[in-house]
Structure formats: structure tokens, C-alpha cells
């Protein structure tokens, strides 16, 4: 499939307009629709990294739908889904940006109390059903 039928495809899975993604991403929306419609060639990687940030999608999987990238090999399962990330390891882990706004250490924090808090009744419930161990402490707790 030809980068901008998967661009297309891509922002309307997700449910945006063109001008919600120019919005969030600071890519134009008539750039974004001459990519859509074939009018464009491939964007650069610095287009790809606004685009991933406005479409709230991987920049890995937009940089291999331009071609800049092989599809990455080992890291699925049988039914083609990725290997589960530990959330919790990633927000501390990584440089995370959110409508392009860089999060600070203390915005990563509230955010993992966040989700701590929203999932802290599935994890009572799994407890009970003696489908997870009680709290340890540990830091190797994934959400899916």
C-alpha cells in the first residue's frame, strides 16, 4: 500500500480531520491533504516526527510506511500484535511528548498515579481471582 493511501487510512482510524491533525501536529492541513491525495512525494523525517505527534501514532511505524525504515522483525507475537510495553518503565524511561508539550519528571509522576488510581480496582480483582500476585513493590506491572 503507497505511503499516503496509509496516511489516509491511519488518521481516519483514528477519528481526526485533516485540520485536527494540522492542529496538533503544526503541519499544514493543506500539506497533509496533498500527501493524502498522492500530490506529494514522501516527507522528510522531521514531517514524520510533527505527523506521529498530530496523529498520536508511532513514528517507527509512519518512518516504515515512507520507506525510511524496514519493518521491524521479533518483537510480535502469532497474531501479528506487539509485544506488551510495561507502561510504568516506559513514562519513566523515555522522553515523552504530548501535543507537543515535552512532559517534565513531575508531569510522568502524576501520570503514573494517574493510571495507578484507574486501574487499582482490576488489580484488587485479579488479586482475588489469585490471577496475580498482591503488591510486592516491584515495578513490573503492565496495563493493557
Known sequence: MLFYHQLKDLRRLKGYTIREVADRSGVSAA???????GHR???????????????????????????????SGGQSD??????????????????LVFDGISLSEEH???????????????????????????DDGSDEESFS
Do not use: C, H
Request: net charge negative; aromatic share 8%; proline share 6%.
Open 31 to 37: 500539506y497533509i491533504s496533498q500527501l493524502e491525495n
Open 41 to 71: 512525494g514522501v516527507p522528510s523525517p522531521d514531517v514524520l516526527m510533527k505527523l506521529s505527534e498530530g496523529l498520536n501514532a508511532s513514528y517507527e511505524a509512519l518512518m516504515q510506511a515512507a520507506g525510511y525504515l524496514e519493518p
Open 78 to 95: 502469532e497474531s501479528g500484535r506487539s509485544a506488551p510495553v510495561n507502561l510504568r518503565r516506559f513514562l519513566r524511561d523515555n522522553d
Open 108 to 134: 510522568k509522576e502524576w501520570l503514573e498515579r494517574m493510571l495507578t488510581a484507574m486501574f487499582w480496582l482490576e488489580k484488587i480483582k485479579l488479586e482475588a481471582k489469585g490471577e496475580r500476585k498482591p
